[in-house]
């Protein structure tokens, strides 16, 4: 798949097939892309050339019917949350159910408490946004993913901005999430010890492409000279070596 913005490639000949029920973890530095790619697999934008197919349907071949019918089988957990702050927490999750279903009061008031249950939160319907913990908005925000019953969840740095005992408890709930619900999940992040922890495939992004994949093992013993720079979070390698003789 190619996409370039202002003739700037952003994803060049990227190659990436996800088996349905897995976990998969892109990784690579801040721009090179990763957001990108999640928003080709919902529909948001088209690649220049190449497919993005999604249960085996090309997502920008679809109709706006037929599209929407897709979307409704995907989840996104964005980065902050993306928490409403005029609505309470139980309108939050049942945010999908309540404007694109009919579902009935009472099974949509058991399945947001359901959901809310399930990341750890039952009981806090009633509360603002504005009362909750960086990390408790992340776990709402997980349960309004999960109230619609999604087939394929999309993770955008969940751990971003969240202290490390709240990061490894929203690394336990997508493990957890994953293995009940039994979802294919995507995981954009460079937090290295999250993607250890939740992939069963990691797959790291260089200049648009995907310049290996394979299980989290198969990554930390790479001699990959990109992947073992980016793994260990060291100053000097290829990666910034690149960037210093562009500049």
Same mark, same amino acid.
């Given at each position: 798949?190619h996409k370039k913005f202002n003739?700037? #490639?952003? =994803?060049?000949?990227? @190659?990436?097939?996800?088996?349905?029920? &897995?976990?998969?973890?892109?990784? $690579?530095?801040?721009?090179?892309?990763?957001?990108?790619? =999640?928003?080709?697999?919902?529909?948001?934008?088209?690649?220049?050339?190449?497919?993005? =197919?999604?249960?085996?349907?090309?997502?920008?071949?679809?109709?706006?019917?037929? /599209?929407?019918?897709?979307?409704?089988?995907?989840?996104?957990?964005?980065? $902050?949350?993306? =928490?409403?702050?005029?609505?309470?927490?139980?309108?939050?999750? $049942?945010?999908?159910?309540?404007?694109?279903?009919?579902?009935?009061?009472?099974? /949509?008031?058991?399945?947001? &408490?359901?959901?809310?249950? /399930?990341?750890? /939160? $039952?009981?806090?319907?009633?509360?603002? #946004?504005?009362?909750?913990?960086?990390?408790?908005?992340?776990?709402? %925000?997980?349960?309004? %993913?999960?109230?619609?019953?999604?087939?394929?969840?999309?993770?955008?740095?969940?751990?971003?901005?969240?202290? #490390?005992?709240?990061?490894? @408890?929203?690394?336990?709930l997508i493990r957890s999430l994953?293995?009940?619900?039994?979802?294919?999940?995507?995981?954009?992040?460079?937090?290295?010890?999250?993607?250890?922890?939740?992939?069963d495939k990691i797959a790291m992004?260089?200049?648009?492409?995907?310049?290996?994949?394979?299980? #989290?093992?198969?990554?930390?013993? @790479?001699?990959?000279?990109?992947?073992?720079?980016?793994?260990?979070?060291?100053?000097?390698?290829?990666?910034?070596?690149?960037?210093?003789?562009?500049?």
């Amino acid at each position: 798949m190619h996409k370039k913005f202002n003739n700037s #490639p952003v =994803l060049n000949d990227l @190659s990436l097939s996800i088996n349905k029920g &897995e976990t998969c973890v892109i990784i $690579g530095r801040s721009g090179c892309g990763k957001s990108v790619l =999640l928003k080709h697999i919902i529909g948001l934008l088209k690649p220049d050339r190449g497919k993005v =197919l999604v249960s085996q349907k090309e997502v920008a071949a679809l109709s706006e019917l037929e /599209l929407s019918a897709l979307r409704s089988k995907i989840s996104m957990v964005f980065q $902050g949350g993306a =928490l409403f702050d005029s609505m309470n927490v139980a309108e939050n999750v $049942g945010f999908s159910l309540i404007e694109h279903t009919h579902t009935r009061e009472k099974e /949509l008031l058991e399945r947001v &408490e359901e959901s809310l249950s /399930l990341v750890g /939160l $039952g009981g806090i319907g009633n509360l603002m #946004p504005s009362e909750l913990s960086g990390g408790m908005k992340k776990r709402v %925000a997980l349960a309004r %993913a999960i109230c619609i019953r999604p087939e394929i969840i999309l993770y955008d740095e969940p751990t971003t901005g969240i202290d #490390p005992i709240a990061a490894d @408890s929203i690394n336990e709930l997508i493990r957890s999430l994953h293995d009940k619900l039994k979802v294919t999940s995507i995981v954009v992040t460079h937090d290295m010890k999250s993607a250890y922890h939740i992939a069963d495939k990691i797959a790291m992004m260089y200049k648009g492409k995907i310049v290996l994949e394979g299980a #989290p093992r198969e990554i930390r013993e @790479s001699r990959n000279p990109v992947v073992h720079q980016f793994i260990n979070g060291l100053a000097k390698g290829p990666i910034t070596e690149a960037v210093d003789n562009f500049k």
